[in-house]
């Protein structure tokens, strides 16, 4: 008999490969099931993508079949200082007998120095390869808060609107684009409106243990502003059945009433921008639901 030998490598993912990538990912995680991975791809066809870099991510390829596979979801932010490029890490998975050839996958998909990658749902028993790999923590782990039941009052008048709304107040173009696109992605948006301009506030509605309703804080432009205006955007997301909030942190958060979980959800980050508390815009969390 003639033994076929393996042909490996690792290239992009191309629309042509999203029947495979289902199934290996169905495979890979299949608690989620094949229709929720055909919408996570689904997302990733339509949403813009900045020039010059994969829609989809890298795959594992063994004799041309599918063998491994690392989403990423690119993005530019440009509402700081300067614009910066990132890569947020999504659903990595290769075949048990394929785990020798796995750094030909993570070779590709980190080889951009100019990028900063973010990977914010490591299980625990990944977390020494993942900083083997290069990686730091952003976030050690999570605030779980009731905002409503803060006292802490902002000053002056203010008022929340809707993110689909254009605010009548000094704002991002950016940062509305951003609400926009959470927004069609399931996220609860809107804006906080001062006089020194409009606020942005993303959350993500989550379910814990399959009992508990809760929003985890998405997008914000500083933690400072969640903790300034906690009393009215915890009543705001309770009238929307959502009375818990989860917020990354590296300690208490001074302010509000909830409590620290260190090592709870850790968030890693590799490259020359380090991520701030408050921003998981673009990533599998606020997109798939991850």
């Not at 980190?110 to 900083?131: C, D, F, G, Q």
């Not at 818990?244 to 709870?264: I, R, S, W």
Request: glycine share 8%; with cysteine.
């Amino acid at each position: 008999m003639t033994v076929r030998p393996y042909r490996i490598r690792a290239r992009e993912i191309d629309e042509r490969d999203i029947p495979a990538i289902v199934a290996l990912l169905t495979k890979g995680f299949p608690v989620r099931g094949s229709a929720f991975w055909n919408q996570a791809l689904g997302v990733m066809q339509r949403r813009s993508v900045p020039s010059g870099f994969p829609r989809f991510g890298y795959l594992l390829e063994c004799n041309d079949a599918p063998v491994g596979i690392i989403l990423q979801i690119f993005s530019i932010t440009d509402a700081g200082p300067a614009p910066v490029a990132r890569c947020n890490l999504s659903s990595w998975y290769v075949q048990p007998e394929f785990g020798c050839y796995a750094a030909l996958l993570v070779s590709q998909a980190l080889r951009r120095k100019n990028v900063t990658y973010s990977n914010i749902s490591a299980a625990p028993h990944t977390w020494n390869t993942v900083e083997a790999q290069g990686f730091s923590r952003f976030s050690q782990g999570i605030f779980v808060t009731a905002p409503a039941l803060s006292f802490r009052s902002p000053g002056g008048d203010f008022r929340l609107v809707p993110g689909a709304a254009c605010p009548d107040a000094k704002s991002n173009p950016h940062e509305r684009e951003l609400l926009l696109e959470h927004a069609q992605s399931g996220c609860i948006t809107f804006w906080c409106i001062t006089r020194d301009g409009a606020h942005p506030f993303v959350f993500l509605p989550r379910t814990v243990k399959g009992l508990l309703p809760c929003a985890q804080l998405i997008y914000c432009r500083d933690v400072e502003d969640f903790i300034r205006f906690a009393g009215a955007i915890g009543r705001y997301l309770a009238a929307r059945g959502r009375f818990v909030v989860l917020v990354d942190a590296n300690g208490p958060l001074p302010g509000l009433v909830g409590k620290y979980f260190e090592g709870k959800m850790p968030k890693y980050f590799k490259g020359p921008d380090q991520p701030r508390l408050g921003d998981l815009a673009y990533t599998e969390a606020a997109l798939f639901g991850i």
